[in-house]
């Protein structure tokens, strides 16, 4: 499928012009490293100073900045106008009205649809639209082909997939640095989430959204379906398979003993946020990180989520049940995401059919689980599990 881009400056009183651009095959998350878990030196006690003065960075404890869960909409803030066909047949049917109203109100929006409803045995794509419009000096400097990622999560197996919302085969102009534009600029595109996020192509109910470094559009709700003739009695046999209890293995591994001092844990720890009121996620983030051949991204975590019953623990396991959390990283430089997805324990009682609400903690070194160390650059982390999404906290890595 061709991802479609095209845009329309205000400042140059022309149509644009429209221009298809190919796609290479989607990228796969990068790859996860094997996991070592190692002490944790956050627990051993510091040696008092032997002078007056400020520890130096390789000694100095890391600042948290603690980042909370907040409800992302689901509706868009502009209603694009297309019913379900529209996505395939003609996406970009109402985007002309729309981006000149933007323009001539000088709106800055990003804004995303998708249908409410795809067959999976009569479609063989699965489009996102976005449009954009702001400022062009803006638009300039933070180009969507370079910092876009699309997140979907699927509910039924609280499974979150993300990329890179558009991968070309061209080579990419630089990012514009020059003296500040004027005027207000648009563009749009056309993505299919089934090959950028290698979905599989089978009965769910995803939430879509688009980052932009520390910007996240509202979300779309869409239900995969078979299509046709509804048959209740596979209806019936879907959800009781959806209960049946499919294990998972913590992930990563803790140490043997977890007792919260090592790395990684999921026990409480003295950096770890409180766990929230309602149902959400808490980060821990360290704000500034200095790179080094040790170097360390310790996140620590708390969270209030709901079970789901094919989530349960045996019974001979030490926890009642596990909660995947994902982690998604882009980078204010190098875009392309660290996708990180944590299977997560809870100590607390569950009700036997699942939909109980449980707590606990998790700490990671995050350069553990990946090498995050390419450059000097700022993540922005996000975590997502089912409806919750918690973030931008972001981290910064720096050279001494």
Not at 150 to 179: H, M
């Amino acid at each position: 499928m061709l991802t479609l881009l095209h845009t329309r400056s205000r400042q140059v009183i022309v149509a644009g012009l429209a221009c298809a651009l190919s796609l290479s095959a989607c990228a796969p998350a990068r790859d996860q490293t094997d996991q070592v878990a190692q002490a944790d030196p956050a627990s051993a006690k510091q040696q008092a100073p032997k002078t007056a003065q400020p520890p130096s960075p390789a000694t100095a404890q890391p600042e948290y900045a603690i980042t909370t869960s907040k409800t992302m909409p689901e509706q868009a803030p502009l209603d694009l106008g297309l019913s379900d066909a529209d996505y395939w047949d003609d996406p970009f049917k109402t985007r002309l009205e729309l981006e000149n109203q933007l323009l001539d109100d000088e709106a800055s929006v990003l804004v995303i649809g998708a249908p409410k409803l795809a067959s999976f045995q009569q479609r063989e794509t699965l489009p996102l639209v976005v449009l954009r419009v702001g400022q062009q000096d803006a638009m300039a400097r933070l180009p969507f082909r370079r910092t876009a990622l699309v997140v979907a999560v699927e509910l039924t197996t609280n499974t979150t997939y993300a990329n890179l919302a558009v991968i070309e085969d061209i080579v990419e102009p630089p990012v514009y640095d020059g003296p500040p534009l004027e005027g207000m600029s648009g563009e749009a595109w056309l993505i299919d989430l089934r090959k950028q996020l290698e979905l599989p192509w089978a009965r769910g109910d995803l939430l879509v959204s688009v980052i932009m470094r520390d910007t996240m559009t509202h979300r779309v709700r869409v239900g995969l379906r078979k299509g046709g003739y509804e048959d209740p009695a596979v209806a019936e046999y879907l959800a009781q398979a959806d209960g049946e209890p499919k294990p998972a293995q913590i992930w990563p591994a803790p140490l043997a003993k977890d007792d919260g001092r090592g790395l990684p844990t999921y026990r409480e720890h003295a950096d770890s946020p409180a766990i929230p009121a309602q149902a959400g996620i808490s980060l821990a983030v360290p704000r500034v990180v200095p790179r080094s051949q040790h170097m360390r991204a310790v996140v620590r975590g708390s969270f209030r989520l709901p079970s789901l019953a094919r989530h349960r623990a045996p019974a001979d396991a030490d926890h009642t049940v596990t909660v995947p959390i994902t982690l998604v990283l882009t980078g204010s430089d190098i875009a392309a995401p660290f996708v990180f997805p944590l299977v997560v324990p809870s100590y607390d009682a569950v009700k036997p059919d699942g939909g109980s609400e449980v707590t606990g903690y998790f700490s990671v070194d995050l350069q553990q689980l990946g090498n995050l160390d390419a450059i000097d650059q700022t993540y922005f982390i996000y975590a997502f599990s089912g409806e919750v999404v918690t973030g931008p906290a972001p981290m910064a890595l720096v050279t001494r």
